[in-house]
Structure formats: C-alpha cells, structure tokens
C-alpha cells in the first residue's frame, strides 16, 4: 500500500467533483474546490474520521467494500478504478459489468469522421456514442431513453415489426444469431452483473427465439460485411459495415462507409446535410 499516493489521488479525485455533479449543493460559504472530506465519506459509506485518516496518509489499508465506496463517491473511470486499487495494495478483479466509459480519444474519432457513420457499441449491445452521420441514418439516440438504446433489446422485443431494427440496418436473422452469440460471452464474463442478468431475462421469456438461440450455447462470431439500411426519406443504402474491437473497454466501434461513386455515397451526403430533421412528418 503506497499511503502517500493514495492519499494525493483521493485529494486530486475529490477536488475536481463539483457538489453539482453528485446531487448536492454548493452552499455560499464554501471554500474547498470540489467536495468536502464529510461529503466524500458520506457518499461512500465511510466515517469521516477514516477518509480523512486515508487522505492524511495515515489510514489503514483500506477493503475493496471502501475500494468500490470510494470509487462510486469519486466518479472514477474503469482506469481510475484500477489505479485505486494498485495504490491501495489490493489489486483489482475483472470489472462487475460491461464498461460504459468511451475513451476519449474515441469519441475524438468520432467527430472526426464526417463521411462515415460511427456508433460505439457495449458488450450488451448499448449505444453509448454515435457521431452526426449515424444519427441521421440510424437513430438520433439522443432522443430515446438510454434503455431504448440497446440494439438486442429493440431487435427481439419491440412491439411492432417497423421498429424491430434501426430502419432495418442488419439482416434480421443474421443480427439475431449475431446477437444472441455475442450476449452469451458477455454473460459469463460478468455473471455478477445485474443489469446483463435482468437483460438476458427479458429477452429469455419475452422472445422464443432468443431462448432457442440462447439454449444452443454458441459463442462462434457471425459478422456480415455488407449491410442496406433502408432509410425512410433516401430509400436503401448499401453499406460496408467493419467492427472494430475497443479490447480494453470491452467495446466495439462499427464503421458504416460506401463504395466511392456508389448512389450510397451520394446518398450519405444527403443525410449530413438532412441531419435528424424528418421532412416526412408535416410540421
């Protein structure tokens, strides 16, 4: 246990969390940047005494119950997490559930990518980032509820055939196979994590299919290469479709360009300029 890194990590971490950020307010007389030690403490379930003993350098070696504590108190990232838990002497296990922190250098990638529509997926199959492009050809994701995000949950559970897929971007037996695959490895590298426990669940006793996918124990990875996104002003769009594996996070980046030349590639351009406006619906 490195007690005086510790101690300055948790002063750096608590001193960059605005009051506003964890549901507290910031009062007139306050004269710390960030949080205060008590408030710190009182969000992760600790005395005050003891974080603030930690931050002193002269606490004892902290539990990984205080470790997690201390990590939801401090917003920390998966990389913080685990910087944590090294300086504390205890390093860490594989994370409880499927990261949902983007890098930021992929979300800079993003925004980089004018000509190509890009959604970052989790290992449940939840967009957490997309770029202009992606949201005037698949969704504006921005609009929808983050349970309504996930792509396995919209595919097997919708209630209407139309909204199955995102205008249809994938072929829908081969998205299902896909999909029902890739959940199955997700659910035995978290089998602690409720959220993929409760999604699994959904889908096991709200579609027959899954359950029928799901009760043949294939892990094999199916990808299509080609995909035609039937878009309800530009028609259908024949797409490349390439994943790119964010190993670390557990994450995948899906890339949707065309061929140069292509009608799919004068077709892009005209979604960047539409955006997300629907000039099929009478204003």
């Not at 590298?189 to 294939?218: Q, T």
Request: charged share 30%; proline share 9%.
């Amino acid at each position: 246990m490195d007690r005086r890194e510790l101690a300055g990590f948790l002063r750096g971490r608590r001193e960059r969390i605005t009051p506003a950020a964890v549901g507290l307010p910031a009062g007139p007389r306050r004269r710390t940047p960030g949080l205060r030690r008590e408030e710190v403490a009182h969000l992760a379930f600790i005395s005050t005494e003891y974080y603030t003993r930690l931050e002193q350098a002269r606490g004892p070696r902290p539990s990984r119950e205080v470790l997690a504590g201390l990590t939801r108190a401090l917003r920390l990232s998966d990389a913080e997490r685990d910087h944590l838990h090294h300086l504390a002497g205890a390093p860490p296990g594989p994370p409880a559930g499927p990261s949902r922190d983007v890098p930021q250098s992929i979300l800079d990638l993003l925004r980089r990518l004018p000509h190509t529509a890009a959604v970052v997926l989790s290992a449940t199959y939840e967009v957490l980032a997309w770029n202009d492009l992606a949201a005037a050809l698949l969704e504006d994701f921005s609009a929808v509820p983050r349970r309504e995000r996930n792509l396995v949950r919209r595919a097997y559970l919708a209630p209407r055939p139309r909204e199955r897929l995102l205008y249809d971007p994938f072929d829908a037996e081969a998205f299902a196979r896909a999909a029902a695959r890739r959940l199955r490895a997700t659910a035995a590298r978290y089998p602690e994590d409720p959220e993929v426990a409760r999604l699994v669940g959904e889908l096991l006793s709200g579609s027959a299919e899954f359950a029928r996918l799901w009760g043949a124990h294939d892990v094999r990875p199916e990808s299509s290469l080609r995909k035609t996104v039937n878009h309800p002003l530009i028609g259908p769009i024949a797409l490349n479709c390439d994943l790119l594996d964010i190993s670390d996070q557990d994450q995948q980046l899906v890339l949707y360009t065309v061929e140069p030349g292509s009608p799919a590639e004068e077709a892009l351009r005209l979604l960047s300029v539409i955006g997300t406006q629907r000039m099929d619906v009478p204003g």
